[in-house]
């Protein structure tokens, strides 16, 4: 459910991005959801379709892309995208991609 909070800030977040440019329309939102954020897009879609009505991103398009995880090792600097990859140094593993929740694109008019 914490879908609905996070779609209703990305919304505000657009509407807002559009007054600031003196844009008419919002065409397309771009979305950059990691793989690991917990947000599921199925329903961020659901909502959005439902927030927009009545708003300058009343006719926009919802896009997502997908972030793989990639975990670094502290102690020799590789990256792996699973624990199950994670080499034999035993240092633990520090996130550094895959748990991102991004605005990347809002095309307006």
Same mark, same amino acid.
Do not use: W
């Given at each position: 459910?914490?879908?609905?909070?996070?779609?209703?800030?990305?919304?505000?977040?657009?509407?807002?991005? @559009?007054?600031?440019?003196?844009?008419?329309?919002?065409?397309?939102?771009?979305?950059?959801?990691?793989?690991?954020? @917990?947000?599921?897009?199925?329903?961020?879609?659901?909502?959005?379709?439902?927030?927009?009505?009545?708003?300058?991103?009343?006719?926009?398009?919802?896009?997502?892309?997908?972030?793989?995880?990639?975990?670094?090792?502290?102690k020799c600097g590789r990256q792996f995208s699973s624990l199950e990859e994670m080499c034999d140094c035993n240092a633990g593993g520090e996130i550094v991609g895959g748990?991102?929740?991004?605005?990347?694109?809002?095309?307006?008019?």
């Open positions: 459910m914490h879908e609905f909070a996070i779609t209703r800030s990305l919304l505000a977040e657009v509407v807002r991005a @559009a007054k600031e440019n003196n844009a008419h329309r919002v065409h397309r939102v771009k979305i950059l959801i990691g793989e690991k954020s @917990a947000v599921v897009p199925e329903c961020v879609q659901f909502y959005f379709e439902q927030l927009k009505k009545g708003t300058v991103a009343e006719d926009a398009r919802l896009d997502f892309k997908r972030i793989p995880l990639q975990i670094r090792c502290p748990d991102e929740l991004l605005i990347e694109v809002i095309e307006i008019e």
